[in-house]
């Protein structure tokens, strides 16, 4: 009799399971790093260091502050000068366990060094893309990789906007919060036979658990799997556009938008618009009215790109690949032409015309990447292969490399009723 009742309590007793649980943790870390500085500095690629402290509010959202310290030597020759960045970031974090993906945004200041030139500062907006491994509840190895962009420099340096990206690599320790608490599973089912065993023995049996606690909003994502089919998400998304032309070798842009996505059952309708912000102007050649070839004889900055197309989410699950492709407009922004050989003003106004022509082509689109749903947000990044096309002022197949987030707005299945 008491050992049916001691398996019952048993069977209890095996609910109790470890997980790593962030919410309102402090998380404190150092980190080692490597800069590759905007080319208008002049300044060798160079290792740092650096620490952060950060705040989970909970399991998806956290604030954190960082700084990180280099010193770099000008290529130019002389003494190395320092690099000291300063961040404020929000953070979105995949709400995992073990492995916890993020994207963070914010506000840095850039010290840019006591030797001059260098002695002065910027004020920038900063973004990057990460993950921790947990090794255990408390420790984690941190990943990250992030930009800086600052619209404009000091006159010394052209007075233009600068782009600085920078890899670390660090450890992180979690203080506080629930890092390996108990949390309660349900005990499986005691088969009825058992049960009416225990009770004809006079044993008693283990009361079944409360039902777990709700967090405000309803359960988790991965809880419902049907969640996903069906809705509306809106996007943002961030990231950089590669590509060169018969003139430039390759550049490497930044570029931003938004978009839209419309679920099935496991694809979707992708609708999206981008702009790339050039750090400077890009050239390219076209042969002038006369025959003559005068190399880089139009100036062109920025780009416009609207997709459309359809994606595949075959997996269904909380982490999961996507692919698909489609058809995108590309549009070079104010293109500008020069031509020595032009001996009237409709020659260069013939030229001109071609280079407006040549601005605007379409392609295919093809995409890959990896999507991590957390309750109604999404964390994701891919790449972007498009098509070459004849007679555009790029040259080749364009490549771009994103993340950013989605949010489901609600469902986009209306119900349908009929009328007696």
Not at 12 to 27: G, I, N, P, V
Not at 51 to 57: A, I, K, M, V
Not at 89 to 111: C, E, P
Request: proline residues 6%.
């Amino acid at each position: 009799m008491r050992g049916v009742t001691v398996v019952g309590v048993l069977l209890a007793a095996r609910a109790a399971t470890l997980s790593a649980q962030h919410a309102h943790q402090l998380e404190i870390g150092g980190f080692g790093s490597y800069t590759r500085y905007d080319k208008l500095f002049l300044l060798d690629n160079q290792v740092g260091g650096g620490g952060r402290l950060g705040f989970f509010f909970n399991e998806s959202l956290g604030l954190e502050v960082d700084a990180n310290i280099a010193y770099p030597f000008p290529k130019a020759g002389g003494p190395h000068t320092q690099m000291r960045f300063g961040s404020v970031s929000l953070v979105l974090n995949s709400g995992g366990q073990k492995n916890i993906l993020y994207l963070l945004g914010g506000y840095s200041r850039l010290d840019m060094g006591v030797n001059p030139p260098y002695n002065f500062a910027l004020h920038a907006v900063h973004a990057g893309l990460g993950d921790r491994i947990f090794f255990g509840s408390r420790l984690a190895l941190r990943l990250e990789a992030r930009g800086y962009y600052s619209p404009k420099n000091t006159a010394g340096f052209g007075g233009k906007p600068v782009v600085h990206l920078l890899g670390s690599a660090g450890l992180s320790y979690f203080i506080g919060g629930g890092g390996g608490g108990p949390r309660v599973v349900a005990p499986p089912p005691i088969p009825k036979e058992k049960r009416d065993s225990i009770i004809a023995a006079g044993g008693k049996v283990p009361p079944p658990p409360p039902p777990p606690a709700r967090t405000r909003g309803g359960p988790r994502f991965e809880e419902r799997s049907s969640d996903w089919a069906h809705k509306w998400y809106w996007g943002a998304q961030g990231g950089l556009f590669v590509f060169k032309t018969n003139y430039d070798s390759y550049a490497f842009e930044p570029t931003f938008g938004g978009h839209w996505l419309i679920t099935g059952k496991r694809t979707a309708l992708y609708v999206s618009y981008e702009q790339s912000f050039f750090l400077s102007d890009r050239h390219t050649t076209i042969i002038e009215p006369d025959g003559t070839i005068e190399p880089g004889n139009v100036a062109f900055h920025d780009m416009r790109r609207i997709m459309v197309g359809a994606l595949a989410f075959p997996a269904q699950k909380r982490v999961e690949p996507f692919g698909g492709g489609g058809f995108a407009i590309m549009q070079l922004l104010n293109p500008q032409v020069t031509c020595s050989s032009c001996q009237t003003l409709s020659q260069f106004s013939q030229l001109q015309d071609e280079a407006d022509a040549a601005a605007s082509k379409a392609f295919f689109w093809w995409m890959g990447g990896i999507d991590i749903k957390q309750g109604r947000l999404a964390l994701y990044g891919h790449y972007i292969l498009t098509s070459s096309a004849r007679g555009f002022l790029l040259d080749g197949t364009t490549h771009t490399f994103q993340g950013g987030i989605r949010y489901s707005m609600g469902t986009a299945k209306e119900g349908v009723t009929e009328g007696h």
